[in-house]
């Protein structure tokens, strides 16, 4: 089964990471869909977007909570 393309979605759909900075650099942006998740480069919005199955992203997430990189 093939991920989703969320690629280019509505710009309400992304999430700016909670980690921001004020100025909206060094951080990341994620939009989500039942199977996939999208994450871009906030600076560089028009660049690349990395789309990988939401299992991946929550694993990911749950290491690096733990620190456990």
């Not at 093939?2 to 990341?28: E, L, M, Q």
Request: with cysteine.
């Amino acid at each position: 089964m093939s991920t989703p393309d969320i690629s280019r979605r509505s710009p309400r759909a992304w999430r700016t990471s909670t980690y921001s900075d004020a100025n909206g650099g060094h951080c990341v942006e994620v939009a989500t869909e039942p199977h996939a998740t999208a994450i871009r480069d906030t600076q560089n919005r028009h660049h690349t977007t990395l789309t990988i199955p939401n299992h991946e992203w929550h694993a990911f997430l749950h290491h690096a909570k733990h620190d456990a990189f």
